[in-house]
């Protein structure tokens, strides 16, 4: 439910159309980690918030992509702790993001994913000049490889953002109580356009310290955020870097938060 690296060898995405430029008011690079809690569904009252493990956000800094500049965006999510003892739950998931540093569109998508039995490894890459886009997504949980999806995506839109590129350029705006923004969000051959807005400013408690933040809500505008429904709050530092210091991802299997723990 968090979010999905490395693009299929041989695999390339062309340039963006051109768009609106804006400045770039985000370090040129930046590691951020969260202790992750996972807090049951109301049908498993009895548990009580449990340990879940530990994510990272990257802005891994300027790459090259097609002779033109880029930027690597990486998140991983590992568990740890008491959801192994429990469940014996194992997820050790990378995903890097490819994303233009102007628009933040993203140009490709690459996901390692290990969770328990199931291990996938996705690949997408958009092609905004003809509105296309390919997905190849391979189980390699079996002895030999196999292919589960490798198909083409017609009448795209020129600019979709991964939830983190989407996060990014967030970033890049002005923030005040009732701001928002839409944005055409991606999750492999999903797409759905996202309402983010800031509902208000209010003190949050990480590990990392205490921190004035903007609380900002996503709503897909048809249907759950997430393939399985589900909404995602998150709560950004009120200073000149607004940092997420906290995110909330809510879905029928309970609510993961997770908590800044350090920021470098």
Not at 230 to 244: C, H, N, T, V, Y
Request: charge should be neutral.
């Amino acid at each position: 439910m968090l979010a999905e690296a490395l693009a299929a060898p041989g695999t390339t995405c062309p340039s963006l159309a051109t768009a609106n430029k804006e400045p770039l008011p985000l370090p040129a690079s930046e590691h951020l980690t969260y202790r992750v809690e996972w807090n049951p569904p109301w049908y498993l009252f009895l548990l009580p918030p449990i340990e879940a493990g530990e994510a990272t956000l990257s802005l891994a800094g300027e790459t090259r992509y097609q002779d033109k500049k880029a930027l690597k965006i990486v998140f991983t999510a590992r568990s740890s702790g008491t959801l192994i003892r429990l469940f014996g739950v194992k997820i050790d998931d990378y995903f890097e993001f490819t994303t233009d540093p102007e628009t933040f569109c993203t140009h490709c998508v690459s996901k390692r994913i290990r969770e328990a039995r199931r291990m996938r490894d996705i690949d997408l890459v958009y092609y905004p000049e003809s509105r296309q886009m390919h997905l190849r997504e391979v189980d390699v949980s079996t002895l030999v490889p196999r292919v589960l999806r490798d198909e083409d995506h017609e009448e795209i839109a020129p600019c979709v953002r991964d939830l983190f590129s989407a996060l990014y350029s967030f970033r890049r705006t002005e923030l005040t109580a009732g701001t928002s923004r839409r944005v055409l969000v991606g999750d492999d051959n999903h797409i759905k356009e996202v309402e983010v807005k800031v509902e208000k400013r209010e003190r949050v408690s990480t590990p990392a310290g205490d921190f004035m933040a903007w609380r900002v809500d996503t709503v897909a505008i048809f249907g759950g955020l997430f393939k399985s429904g589900g909404q995602f709050r998150m709560w950004l530092s009120a200073d000149e870097r607004k940092i997420p210091v906290k995110f909330e991802a809510r879905a029928s299997i309970g609510k993961v938060v997770g908590s800044l723990q350090e920021a470098r």
